[in-house]
C-alpha cells in the first residue's frame, strides 16, 4: 500500500512539474514575443496575461491585448485573447477571442463584436511552429467602420489544411470558406433595394492556394508568404434570385497581377449587372454595351436567364467573355 500511494505521489509531482514547465515557457514565449516586436519599433502590450487550466489544461489569458506595427500602419486591439491547449498536445491550441476587436489600418478603423469567435489550430511539431490545418467559428459578428458603414455575418466557418496527395505544391493550402446570412454595408444595400435583398443568403468557396513558402511563426512578425497561385473548385454564391457559381484557375504574373480564368454560371444575371451599376462598380456609360453583350451571350446559350461566360484575366485586365471590365485584380505584392 504504501509503495502504490509513493507512485501516485511521485506520479502527481511529475505531472504538476511537467505542467508547470509547460505553462510557464507558454507565458515566457508570449511575453518574449511581445517584447522582441517592442524591440522591433512595434507597440506590443498586455495589460495582464495569467495561467489556468490545471491539471489537464495550459491556458494562456491576455486581456487588453494591443499590437501595432507604425511603418505598417496597422493596429489591433483585443478585449482578451485566450489560448487554450491539453497539456498533453502542446502542438494543438484553441484561440479565442471573446468581447470586442478593434483593427485600424491608414484608411479606416474596423471595430468588431461577434457572439462567438473561435478558433482551432494544429502546428507541426518543430520550432518554427508551421501550419498544418485549422478551422475558424464565427457567430453572430459585427463590423462598424469610422467611415459610416456597418455589415454583419451570420454564421461562418473558414478552414485550412496543407495540401495533400501526388503532386501536391509543397506549401500549398486547402482553404474552405461558407457563410450564412451576410449583411452588407448600407450603400450597398441601398443600390441593390430594388433587385436584391438585404443580406446574403449563402457564400461558399473551396480553393487551393499555392504560396512561396510556409505559413508559420515570422508570417505574424511581418514575413508574409506570397499568394502565387489559386484554384477554386467550386465558388457559390447564393442571394434571392441571383444564383452564382464559377470554378476555374488563376496565377500571379512578373508583375504580380491575376492571369487565368474562371468560368462563370449566373441565373437571373441581370439582377447582378443591376447592382454592379448602382454601386458604381461599373461606369454607367458602360453598362449598356455590358447588359447587351451578356444579353446576347445568354441568348446564345438558349437560357436568356442564364449566363455561361468566361471572366479572364490576362496583361493586367479583366474581361468578363468579350466586355472588358477594367484592371486585374493584385494576386501577388512582391
Known amino acids: 500500500m504504501r509503495i ?8 502527481a509531482l511529475g505531472w504538476s512539474g511537467w505542467w508547470w514547465f ?3 515557457a507558454r507565458e515566457r514565449a508570449l511575453t518574449r514575443w511581445l517584447a522582441e516586436r517592442g524591440a522591433d519599433g512595434w ?3 498586455a495589460a495582464d496575461i495569467r495561467l489556468t487550466g490545471y491539471p489537464n489544461r495550459v491556458d494562456v489569458i491576455a486581456t487588453d491585448l494591443r ?6 500602419g496597422w493596429s489591433w486591439h483585443a478585449a482578451e485573447f485566450q489560448v487554450l491547449s491539453l497539456a498533453y498536445r502542446p502542438h494543438h491550441f484553441i484561440v479565442a477571442l471573446p468581447g470586442e476587436q478593434v483593427v485600424a489600418t491608414p484608411y479606416e ?10 478558433g482551432s489550430i494544429t502546428f507541426r511539431p518543430n520550432t518554427r511552429l508551421e501550419l498544418d490545418h485549422s478551422t475558424f467559428e464565427i457567430e453572430g459578428m459585427t463590423l462598424a467602420s469610422d467611415r459610416g458603414w456597418t455589415a454583419g455575418i451570420g454564421k461562418a466557418i473558414l478552414a485550412s489544411r496543407q495540401t495533400a496527395g501526388p503532386g501536391a505544391a509543397p506549401f ?6 461558407d457563410a450564412e446570412n451576410l449583411a452588407l454595408p448600407p450603400d450597398l444595400v441601398q443600390a441593390a433595394r430594388d433587385v436584391l435583398p438585404p443580406a446574403i443568403g449563402r457564400v461558399k468557396l473551396d480553393t487551393t492556394l499555392g504560396f512561396d513558402r510556409p505559413w508559420e511563426r515570422s508570417t505574424v512578425e511581418g514575413d508574409s508568404p506570397v499568394l502565387e497561385r489559386v484554384r477554386i473548385g467550386e465558388a457559390a454564391i447564393d442571394w434571392g434570385e441571383l444564383d452564382l457559381r ?9 508583375q504580380g497581377y491575376a492571369q487565368g480564368r474562371i468560368d462563370l454560371r449566373a441565373r437571373n444575371w441581370r439582377s447582378m449587372l443591376a447592382v454592379a451599376e448602382a454601386s458604381g462598380a461599373i461606369d454607367p456609360t458602360l453598362s449598356g454595351a455590358v447588359g447587351a453583350g451578356l444579353g446576347l451571350i445568354a441568348r446564345l446559350s438558349g437560357d436568356r436567364d442564364a449566363l455561361d461566360v468566361p471572366l479572364d484575366f490576362a496583361g493586367g485586365s479583366t474581361r468578363l ?3 472588358p471590365l477594367g484592371p486585374a485584380p493584385r494576386l501577388a505584392l512582391r
Open 43 to 45: 507597440i506590443a502590450e
Open 22 to 24: 509547460n505553462a510557464s
Open 109 to 118: 478603423t474596423i471595430t468588431a463584436t461577434s457572439d462567438r469567435l473561435r
Open 4 to 11: 502504490l500511494l509513493a507512485i501516485v505521489i511521485l506520479a
Open 246 to 254: 464559377g470554378t476555374g484557375s488563376l496565377e500571379a504574373d512578373a
Open 172 to 177: 500549398a493550402h486547402d482553404v474552405a470558406f
Open 67 to 72: 499590437l501595432a506595427d507604425p511603418d505598417a
Open 321 to 323: 467573355g468579350p466586355v
